[in-house]
């Protein structure tokens, strides 16, 4: 049964604007979540550290700790869903934005009604990745050997056998490299990983293909400039090489 997006959903918006603090706020309220807020990424992190936070709403210029770096905190350390909002239009922006781990990216002036679907929409994978994660600690998991690390596929991350802590995947990460790793040694076009972001409220495109590979790689530890699992097929794609 697919539960009800926003019961009890808790979204934190975090923006040093009162204007759009104060509208974000008020409009999820009415949707009947629960909204906290804040002007800085330190306050945030306050409110994230004592509530149930399902979703930020994130700002990327904001005084003190930007946007980006409290992304990059947040997702190295957990599945939390993350929409940055900005006033800027350059592609960049958004490009930097999804390497830091963030899962959506939308620009000012926004529209309510679209944020509020691509929240839905966002909330509704991180609760439904929590419900896998819960299932997974009481049955055996599904692994998938990569070079030195095996995959979980319930939990959706990677860990070392000599016991390091997990690292977890977002789950595009997981899905585009489940579909490399379970294609030993055949090349994937990039059309054909676009094809796996499923469930994605913003369009997969050829350079969101190699910003995840590139984040992948990070995590596995695999050099980017001499790879020795995600290799790079020019003119192509990508393939798994389990050698």
Same mark, same amino acid.
């Given at each position: 049964?697919?539960?009800?997006?926003?019961?009890?959903?808790?979204?934190?918006?975090?923006?040093?604007? %009162?204007? !759009?603090?104060?509208?974000?706020?008020?409009? *999820?309220?009415?949707?009947?979540f629960i909204v906290h807020s804040a002007e800085t990424a330190e306050h945030g992190e306050e409110l994230l550290a004592i509530h149930d936070i399902d979703m930020v709403l994130l700002d990327i &210029?904001?005084?003190? /700790?930007?946007?980006?770096?409290?992304?990059?905190?947040?997702? $190295?350390?957990? #599945?939390?869903?993350?929409?940055?909002? !900005?006033? &800027?239009? %350059?592609?960049?922006?958004?490009?930097?934005?999804?390497?830091?781990?963030?899962?959506?990216?939308?620009?000012?002036? *926004?529209? @309510? +009604?679209?944020?509020?679907?691509? $929240? /839905? =929409?966002?909330?509704?994978?991180?609760?439904?990745?929590? !419900?896998?994660?819960? $299932?997974?600690?009481?049955?055996?998991?599904?692994?998938?050997?990569?070079? @030195?690390?095996?995959?979980?596929?319930?939990?959706?991350?990677? /860990? /070392?056998?000599?016991? %390091?802590?997990?690292?977890?995947?977002? #789950?595009?990460?997981?899905?585009?490299? =489940?579909?490399?790793?379970? =294609?030993?040694? &055949?090349?994937? $076009? +990039?059309?054909?990983?676009? %094809? +796996?972001?499923?469930? +994605?409220?913003? =369009?997969?495109t050829d350079r969101t293909i190699d910003v995840l590979i590139g984040r992948i790689r990070r995590k596995l530890q695999d050099d980017s400039y001499s790879p020795k699992w995600l290799i790079t097929?020019?003119?192509?794609?990508?393939?798994?090489? @389990?050698?």
């Amino acid at each position: 049964m697919t539960p009800v997006v926003n019961a009890q959903a808790q979204i934190l918006v975090i923006d040093d604007s %009162d204007v !759009t603090r104060e509208t974000l706020v008020s409009y *999820f309220e009415e949707e009947g979540f629960i909204v906290h807020s804040a002007e800085t990424a330190e306050h945030g992190e306050e409110l994230l550290a004592i509530h149930d936070i399902d979703m930020v709403l994130l700002d990327i &210029r904001l005084p003190g /700790k930007d946007g980006l770096t409290l992304t990059r905190e947040l997702r $190295s350390a957990s #599945e939390i869903g993350i929409i940055l909002v !900005t006033g &800027r239009q %350059d592609q960049i922006d958004r490009i930097i934005g999804l390497e830091c781990g963030a899962d959506e990216y939308v620009t000012k002036p *926004f529209n @309510p +009604r679209e944020i509020l679907a691509r $929240s /839905k =929409n966002l909330i509704r994978r991180v609760r439904k990745l929590k !419900t896998l994660e819960r $299932s997974a600690e009481k049955e055996p998991g599904g692994f998938i050997d990569i070079g @030195p690390w095996k995959m979980d596929i319930h939990r959706r991350w990677l /860990k /070392k056998a000599d016991g %390091d802590e997990p690292v977890q995947l977002t #789950e595009a990460e997981f899905q585009l490299l =489940n579909a490399l790793a379970t =294609n030993p040694g &055949r090349s994937l $076009s +990039r059309d054909e990983l676009m %094809d +796996r972001l499923r469930n +994605r409220s913003w =369009n997969a495109t050829d350079r969101t293909i190699d910003v995840l590979i590139g984040r992948i790689r990070r995590k596995l530890q695999d050099d980017s400039y001499s790879p020795k699992w995600l290799i790079t097929v020019h003119g192509v794609g990508y393939l798994y090489s @389990p050698e």
